[in-house]
Every structure is written in C-alpha cells, then in structure tokens.
C-alpha cells in the first residue's frame, strides 16, 4: 500500500444504493467480465457483519497520481469473521506499461525486470474480477485501490468499475478524529497516525513488512477482524461500515 495524504473522507451516509447500483450496472455494462461481476451481487446494507463475506485488497503502483501512474501488484485475501481464508489469497505482478519511479521500487521491491514479463492487468482480471465478486472489499485508504482500478479498466475497456469498500483508515478516523481541540493542540498533542502499522498497533496486532500487495492485504483484513471486535458486534448492519 503507498499512501497519498488523506483527504476528507466521506461518512457512510452519502453512500449509494449499492445493490441498485449493481443492478443498473449489470445491465449497463458492456464487458462480459463487469457483467459477471455485477451480476453476483452483494449482501444488502442491513446483513449483519457475521454474514458478511469480505475479500481484503491492495494495490502496489508506479506513483501516487492515478492520471499517469499504474497498477504493478495486487493482493487479496478472502475472509469471514470468523476465518481469514489464506490458502484461497491471491497475488499478482503486472505491467503497468510506464517507467517506475526510483524511489517507487525502492519502496515495493518489484523491479523493472519483473514487470517486463509480467502480464497486462486485463490478462488476470478474470480472475481477479471472480474474487471479489459478492464479496465487500475491504482497503486501507480506498482512494487507491478504487481510483487506480477504475482508471485501468477505464484506459482498457472503456469503462470503469464500481463497487462498495469498508475503509480500515476511514475507521480509525472515527475512533481517533484527526482535528484536535484547540486546548489539546495547545498541549502540543498530535493527532494519532491511522497508518497500517500504526493502526495495527494500537490492536497489539504483530508487525509486518510493509509495501508488499500481499502481506498488506493480510494486515487489512486483521485489522478489520480488531475493530470489529473493539468497536463493532457481529450483529452490526454492513451500512454502518461501508461506503
């Protein structure tokens, strides 16, 4: 996961009717492989977390501009709430089709060789599209993982793609808020880092390396499975989580 500075971040009220949304798009789309994906739905808004099947993603890219960066890893995991299912995780390499910035590869560790006999993302969407379908994604900062995905399939296909996310970091916004009060800035407290491994920390969660699409998505989907353990009840409606 590479991170840009976050942004306002948008409460779950101002989510769409995801199930509509999916209907529509099932019929709007013109691609066999969006059609599928739409096509097999998703839990509605007032399904009880315990019901709930999650698939945790992460994308690895060239840069943080989504304009003129790309996709170069990915990694999901599929999970419950009770059982992250790890034989059944994926990982890929692809290439992005531009040049890495230095400081990118220093970061993620893939190098110019690798992408070079990587596959084009449209070679494992199949795949990747079957993973996630009637599945609730869930990202650490979903600004990456919804904005560059929709900006590929966009350039490949034509069109883009949609689908709801629970945000890990836009959670821990909630439980530690990011504007401090005058009297504690005054104090010279700072406002709590919601990184992954920051966030990860304050669960007792162990740590790993960061900035591998694999290992990231794993990290995200624990660090759901605590929140939701702290915060949350296996009774709690999905609408209260995604966006």
């Known amino acids: 996961m590479m991170y840009l500075r976050p942004s306002s971040l948008v409460d779950t009220a101002s989510a769409p009717d995801w199930p509509a949304l999916f209907e529509e798009r099932a019929r709007s789309a013109r691609d066999y492989r969006l059609q599928r994906f739409y096509r097999a739905g ?5 399904t009880p977390l315990a019901d709930v099947p999650f698939v945790a993603l992460d994308f690895e890219t060239t840069g943080l501009d989504a304009r003129k960066d790309a996709i170069v890893s990915i990694g999901l995991v599929p999970f419950e709430l009770q059982r992250i299912y790890c034989r059944a995780s994926a990982h890929w390499i692809v290439n992005p089709h531009r040049p890495m910035a230095g400081n990118t590869v220093a970061i993620h560790g893939i190098t110019h060789s690798e992408i070079e006999e990587a596959p084009d993302l449209l070679q494992v969407l199949d795949e990747l599209l079957n993973a996630l379908a009637g599945r609730i994604v869930v990202v650490h900062y979903r600004r990456i993982e919804q904005i560059f995905f929709a900006a590929a399939l966009k350039a490949r296909l034509y069109e883009d793609i949609r689908f709801p996310v629970i945000d890990t970091m836009e959670l821990e916004t909630r439980f ?15 406002p709590v880092s919601i990184r992954l491994a920051n966030s990860r920390e304050r669960y007792n969660l162990p740590h790993y390396s960061p900035h591998h699409a694999l290992t ?11 929140q939701i353990a702290h915060h949350y009840t296996p009774e709690t409606p999905l609408s209260e989580l995604w966006l």
Request: hydrophobic letters at 40%; charged letters at 25%; zero cysteines.
């Open 42 to 46: 998703l839990p509605g808004p007032d």
């Open 176 to 190: 530690h808020p990011r504007q401090l009060s005058l009297w504690s800035r005054l104090r010279g407290r700072k």
């Open 216 to 226: 990231d998505a794993l990290a995200t989907a624990e660090l759901l499975l605590a």
